[in-house]
């Protein structure tokens, strides 16, 4: 199927949503992946200097699914309930892709050769940068954990990288699928009922409101980003269209149109203009739409903790009022109630490194896509220009 | 008389000059003179196309001159020469002329042609058939000929005499030099180019031998000769129109240099010219396209002069009963106006009168008649219904930049804007109301002609083309208008993505906006309200290149596929002459056979009606066949016309397009500049 080895070069072209701190104890990357039918199979690179480690360099077969398993039982550790958990990549999606290029399969006999053989070519770039940015977002699912002091040293994700054969994890069953659907379900509501509780902490309700803000703005943005890509997209597509029928206009007409052609290139440019942009300031929002919701994932742990605290305070007191199992009412508002600090404490170191982080990483894109922007638009203005000047001068 | 007076104005030079010339010689200076000092006042114009100068003058000129000035110094001719040469020198010119006052008077004169040309040809050309009989002016003209074609001594003497004779005369005959001379200055490099142009003769009516030999036989040879030239005149045409100016360089050289040993030169000269007259006149039925022709080359010149803009669309009256009227300015240096700068108001469906006239009258002569745009009912409506709403804002202005181009594309053509209805359009201040044109809206039209066209193609499905170029251009101008139909859907999704991309990027510019508004880092909040303006603009700049896409991209596919549909039913008219000539063969076959049979049957009395009748289908067969010679000619000619017009427009629309694009382009790296720092400043 298709296998892409990432040259570095192109590896710095690529977009990275989070900003790591590069830690040299522990590098890993996803040099290869490999797609088989619904499938992909990722290669994971590991460097380590770590003595948790048996070996310092090695590399691990892995699956869409194991990184979901690993995301999992991230989530359901308690100890790291106060922190931001990663999101977990998205389901790598081929789909589009693949059944355009069905299509065009189909449609073969119908157009001309060059049209065949430029929406095979575009396709196959559509399809690559697909790959690319499922393979891409894996890794940062890994980066984040390994850059993370709690996650690097998590059991789990030391197996996940270290065991060299298929994880096989095991699927989900409908009933687990269900208990997940389940447990959201009743998460939501319990948002609902604990958003009464009232916030201690200034800064965590600031957050909160922030947070709730943000996402859904986040959240619209992206859905515009996207649309607008898409649209983008179609607008190259025309160019496409438009260069090949001009094409064909020239070859049927050697007279007049034969210097028209020129205009066909623009197309490939704004092609790349349209998936550039995806790929920065789409992703960009659509990786904190993720981040955001595991931000508030946090914040509703805490918030959960809160009430948990207030409920054992209050039963607590009743147990003061009838005199009887205090020890136990105690020990239990106690216990959460360390829960609770703990939880702010570290969801408030969190919630700050979190901030920094989207602020660096929003800066580096759009940087990054500005420059993208004005590279192709110089681009396409020198080709622009060119075409004038051939069209001049004959 | 436009048309006439614009077509006219080549055959005139050399009418005259052939005049010049053999004046010169003869007695009959005087009326050289008269002639070219007559010209001379129209001149200063002449730095235009000469067919200005004609413009008006003809009629004067002309029809004075003849009568005055040959008619005196034909007398004097007449009476100094009447030598036996001059006898046969009108032989040489009668039968020729013969043929010519023929065509003629052939249903070709009907073309404009006439007023100027039969009248000049009456003067000149057409008398000298008459001239045996006795007409006084012919004498003038004849004896030219004689003097070149027989002895140039004999010219002498007699030019000698007249001078000696009178000295009216030799004042005249001193001022055309000057005159003449002097002419050619004004329309820039005199005698110079003249020379050169003819040099260029020489090598144009290549498909004849040498102009000048041809001629000269000719005039030498008599009779013989001219008919080919009358055949072959109509590919000749154009060397015919530079001819003429050659003759005033002749003339010129001649007058100026007046010496005997010119002489020879003369004799040489002297062919050329008379004999561009000649087929000139025999080709006066074909003078159309000669005219176009020459005014192809001229075209860049006339495009200049005549300036066109539709503006100021206006709603006329309330409810259904409303329309749009349009400003049609027009600003022009030519003559055939009355002013220099004119604005009338038209509404749609004069505009659509105006093709619908055209058409008519030019269609069957296979001119490519600019299609108006269509008729839109359902746009129509929304402007008389709605009230300031973008889109029918928008469809008016589609509108008016439609007809402006149409108007354009109508006055650019050299025969339609010699046509009077056109003048009227563009000059008069009140049209009487297109009536009619309900149901002729461009589409309709368009139908009905495609619905002929298969009729026609059915009917004729057994027309083997026997011209490889038709064959080839008939299939090309189909593929093409195929081609320019998929491009045409192409830009159009194109430009509704582009608008839809528009759309999108406000609303992403919106919601990066409010995200900003909610980050709390308050660089961060900068650097994306800055995005959102930043998408605003980028917004602003896809809104514009849409509408850049759809008037210079998209109109102009729509226009030439029109326009394309136009070339084929210019094909089919070719076609449709060609049906006519084959029918009308096929009934002279019929008759002959009756003939045969009743020559067999021995029926002598219905033998003459069976032969009467042959004699008028032999007319109609030789006059369908020139018909359908002409079409083609006229077509062929239209349709080059057409490709380079087409290959030129393109060229124009497509960088204009491109550099909107690249305009755009430029707009975005500046925006997209000044948002870099704003990003970097995010810390």
């Known amino acids: 199927m298709t296998s892409i080895s990432e040259d570095s070069d192109k590896e710095k072209v690529r977009s990275v949503s989070v900003d790591l701190n590069n830690d040299a104890s522990l590098v890993i990357d996803i040099p290869d992946a490999l797609c088989e039918r619904d499938k992909v199979k990722f290669t994971i690179h590991i460097k380590t200097t770590l003595s948790s480690f048996q070996k310092s360099e090695f590399s691990v077969p892995r699956q869409h699914e194991d990184f979901i398993w690993l995301h999992d039982t991230i989530v359901e550790t308690e100890e790291y309930a106060g922190l931001i958990i990663p999101p977990a990549p998205p389901k790598p999606d081929f789909e589009g892709p693949r059944e355009k290029m069905h299509k065009l399969g189909e449609g073969e006999s119908s157009m001309t050769k060059e049209e065949y053989a430029k929406m095979k070519q575009e396709l196959e770039a559509e399809y690559l940068a697909v790959f690319k940015k499922t393979v891409q977002v894996h890794e940062v699912f890994l980066q984040r954990l390994s850059s993370h002091p709690m996650f690097r040293k998590d059991r789990n994700f030391q197996i996940f990288l270290e065991y060299d054969q298929d994880l096989t994890v095991r699927r989900k069953n409908a009933k687990e699928m269900f208990g997940g659907f389940f447990k959201n379900m009743v998460k939501s509501a319990d948002e609902v009922l604990i958003s009464g509780v009232k916030e201690v902490d200034e800064f965590f309700e600031q957050e909160k409101i922030f947070l709730l803000d943000y996402s859904s703005k986040i959240k619209d943005a992206t859905a515009k980003a996207e649309k607008m890509t898409r649209s983008h997209k179609n607008v190259a597509d025309d160019y496409n269209h438009i260069s090949g029928a001009m094409n064909s206009i020239a070859a049927d007409n050697n007279t007049a149109f034969k210097k028209t052609i020129s205009v066909c290139v623009l197309q490939k440019l704004e092609d790349r203009v349209a998936s550039d942009q995806e790929l920065k300031l789409t992703e960009l929002l659509r990786y904190y739409t993720r981040d955001i919701q595991a931000a508030k994932d946090l914040l509703y742990r805490r918030a959960r903790a809160l009430a948990d605290y207030e409920n054992s305070n209050k039963t607590l007191d009743k147990a003061r009022l009838k005199g009887k199992d205090i020890a136990q009412a105690e020990e239990n508002q106690k216990q959460c109630l360390r829960k609770f600090d703990k939880l702010s404490e570290s969801g408030k170191k969190e919630l700050t490194s979190f901030k920094a982080r989207r602020v660096v990483a929003f800066r580096k894109n759009l940087i990054e896509m500005t420059e993208l922007e004005i590279k192709h638009a110089k681009n396409s203005m020198s080709l622009l220009q060119g075409s004038i000047e051939i069209l001049n001068s004959n | ?683």
Not at chain 2, 274 to 287: D, G, I, M
Not at chain 2, 509 to 538: C, F, H, P, W, Y
């Open chain 2, 1 to 683: 008389m436009a048309a006439s007076s614009e077509r006219s104005p080549p055959p005139f030079p050399d009418l005259e000059e052939p005049e010049l010339l053999e004046d010169s010689d003869e007695g009959a200076d005087a009326f050289t003179g008269t002639s070219i000092s007559e010209m001379d006042s129209p001149s200063p114009d002449t730095s235009r196309p000469p067919k200005d100068i004609f413009n008006e003058p003809p009629e004067d000129i002309f029809s004075d001159p003849l009568s005055n000035i040959n008619s005196e110094p034909q007398k004097k001719v007449d009476a100094k020469i009447s030598s036996p040469s001059s006898d046969e020198a009108v032989d040489l010119f009668s039968e020729p002329l013969d043929d010519d006052s023929e065509v003629m008077s052939s249903p070709e004169v009907q073309n404009p042609m006439p007023d100027l040309l039969s009248e000049p040809k009456s003067g000149v050309l057409g008398e000298p058939p008459v001239q045996k009989n006795a007409a006084r002016q012919q004498d003038v003209f004849e004896e030219p000929p004689k003097g070149s074609s027989k002895s140039s001594s004999v010219k002498k003497a007699a030019s000698a005499e007249m001078l000696g004779d009178d000295d009216e005369e030799e004042d005249l005959f001193k001022e055309p030099p000057k005159v003449v001379t002097r002419k050619p200055q004004p329309s820039g490099p005199p005698v110079d180019v003249f020379t050169e142009v003819k040099s260029d003769v020489k090598v144009k009516p290549q498909v004849k031998d040498d102009p000048t030999d041809l001629f000269s036989e000719e005039a030498l040879t008599a009779p013989a000769p001219k008919p080919s030239a009358n055949s072959s005149s109509s590919s000749r045409t154009n060397g015919v129109h530079s001819e003429e100016q050659d003759l005033f360089s002749e003339a010129t050289v001649e007058l100026s240099l007046d010496s005997p040993r010119n002489d020879r030169k003369k004799d040489a000269v002297k062919p050329s010219v008379s004999a561009p007259a000649a087929p000139e006149a025999s080709s006066s039925s074909k003078a159309p396209s000669k005219t176009l022709e020459e005014l192809e080359e001229e075209e860049s010149e006339d495009k200049f002069d005549l300036n066109i803009s539709v503006t100021n669309p206006e709603k006329v009256g309330d409810g259904m009963n409303a329309y749009m009227a349009y400003k049609v300015s027009t600003q022009t240096s030519l003559t055939m106006f009355r002013s220099k700068t004119f604005t009338v108001r038209r509404r749609f469906s004069d505009f659509l009168g105006l093709f619908e006239k055209l058409s008519e009258k030019h269609s069957q002569n296979g001119y490519i008649i600019p299609p108006p745009p269509e008729k839109s009912i359902l746009g129509m409506t929304k402007v008389k219904v709605g009230k300031e709403d973008p889109s029918s804002a928008e469809f008016v202005e589609r509108r008016r930049a439609a007809l402006e181009r149409y108007l354009q594309r109508v006055v650019c053509h050299p025969s339609l804007l010699q046509d009077p209805d056109v003048r009227e359009f563009l000059e008069k201040e009140e049209l009487p109301r297109a009536v009619s044109t309900q149901a002729l809206s461009g589409a309709g039209f368009l139908k009905m002609l495609n619905k002929a066209t298969d009729a026609v193609s059915k009917m004729t499905i057994k027309m083997n083309e026997q011209d490889v170029w038709f064959d080839e251009k008939i299939q090309d101008v189909e593929n093409e208008e195929q081609h320019l139909r998929k491009l045409h859907v192409m830009v159009e999704s194109l430009v509704n993505h582009r608008k839809e991309l528009s759309g999108n990027t406000a609303v992403f510019a919106k919601s990066v906006a409010m995200l900003g508004s909610s980050e709390d880092n308050t660089a961060l909040s900068r650097a994306l309200s800055q995005l959102a303006e930043v998408e605003d603009r980028i917004e602003q700049l896809h809104q514009e290149q849409a509408s850049n896409d759809f008037f210079t991209f998209s109109e102009l596919l729509a226009d030439y596929i029109r326009l394309l549909g136009a070339v084929r039913g210019c094909f089919d008219q070719r076609m449709k002459a060609w049906q006519r000539w084959q029918d009308a063969e096929n009934m002279l076959q019929k008759k002959r056979e009756t003939e045969a049979k009743l020559l067999w049957a021995n029926k002598p009395d219905k033998l003459q009606q069976a032969k009467d009748e042959i004699a008028e289908w032999e007319a109609k067969v030789t006059q369908y066949e020139r018909d359908f010679e002409r079409i083609s000619a006229t077509v062929r000619k239209e349709v080059i016309r057409f490709d380079k017009e087409k290959a030129r427009d393109f060229k124009r629309q497509i960088i204009k397009y491109l550099e909107s694009v690249l305009h755009s382009q430029q707009q975005m790296i500046k925006y997209w500049e000044a948002f870099l720092p704003e990003a970097k400043a995010i810390a």
